[in-house]
């Protein structure tokens, strides 16, 4: 019987981290056993408990996103690491965000290859067609948070396309429900009108 570990990995390197992991210290004396991590740029991410993993000997759980970090002990030591995004994950990303547009672009050929006798079909189709945009963008913006959270105006810049596309949409979805309202009243009106002529 083999026995199955489940946990975070242990951080393997200083340089090159892409994914949570455990980090242990050497062997530590001190008064209050705790950590500080800081960026690059001088600002405190993190500070927190390191909890005992055996004898002297602590760990902690690094989460951060990517950067460049250093990690203080509680005994004054430092640590340097970096937190790269791997290639593939990105591209398993980018596969991610381009499935509801293309969901889309199916929609919206088969709006337009429809014959005339489907036309309440066809007006559907091109309003669903919309719909997997807004998917695209919210997966958009969950990456870019998860993976780049430093371009703040990008993630600003998806919403506010968004938000008018959304704007637009609700005013598209208006007028078809109004036309299909006074399309109605007016078919009503026809045949009513037709009635009393007989």
């Known amino acids: 019987m083999i026995p199955i570990v489940y946990g975070l990995e242990m951080c393997q390197s200083t ?4 994914s949570n992991c455990t980090m242990l210290t050497p062997t530590l004396t001190c008064s209050a056993y705790n950590y500080t991590i800081t960026n690059l740029t001088g600002s405190q991410v993190m500070n927190g408990s390191l909890a005992v993993l055996t004898g002297s000997i602590y760990q902690f759980n690094f989460t951060e996103g990517e950067g460049d970090y250093i990690v203080q002990l509680c005994d004054g030591t430092t640590r340097e690491v970096s937190v790269e995004v791997e290639e593939s994950s990105m591209m398993i990303l980018a596969v991610i965000i381009l499935l509801p547009m ?12 429809m014959g005339e006798n489907h036309a309440a ?4 189709l091109f309003l669903l067609s919309i719909i997997p945009f807004f998917s695209a963008m919210h997966f958009g913006v969950l990456s870019l948070v998860e993976f780049l959270p430093a371009f703040t105006e990008l993630q600003e810049a998806i919403g506010s396309t968004v938000y008018w596309v959304g704007i ?3 005013v598209i979805v208006s007028y078809f429900i109004i036309y299909m309202i006074y399309a109605l009243f007016n078919n009503l009106a026809e045949k009513k009108k037709e009635r009393l002529e007989y």
């Open 15 to 18: 340089v090159g981290i892409s």
């Open 102 to 113: 293309l969901l889309s672009l199916i929609m919206l050929v088969g709006a337009a290859t």
């Open 121 to 124: 079909l066809r007006i559907g």
């Open 168 to 170: 637009i949409f609700f």
